[in-house]
């Protein structure tokens, strides 16, 4: 339950800017809702690394995750 409450502050961390600088114009890109998605799926994705394979798989796991899906992200 400890991880649970882990990740969830860091969740709310990584988006709390975000919410701040929400573009609202018509032409405006998917990059904002996309890194919603990306975020909970890095997190899923973390907790089954160290539900596996333990806290080591997780410390080292989860960066190279949080990278891949930042190079993933569209551009707009």
């Not at 961390?13 to 701040?20: K, V």
């Not at 890095?42 to 973390?46: A, C, F, Q, V, Y």
């Not at 997780?58 to 190279?64: E, K, S």
């Given at each position: 339950m400890r991880q649970a409450f882990i990740f969830l502050w860091i969740w709310l961390?990584?988006?709390?800017?975000?919410?701040?600088s929400a573009?609202?114009?018509v032409n405006g890109g998917y990059r904002g809702i996309a890194t919603l998605?990306?975020?909970v799926i890095?997190?899923?994705?973390?907790f089954g690394l160290y539900d596996a394979f333990g806290k080591k798989a997780?410390?080292?796991?989860?960066?190279?995750l949080?990278?891949?899906i930042y190079l993933i992200l569209p551009s707009t």
């Open positions: 961390a990584t988006l709390w800017p975000m919410f701040a573009e609202e114009a998605y990306y975020i890095w997190s899923i994705l973390s997780l410390y080292v796991g989860a960066p190279i949080g990278l891949g």
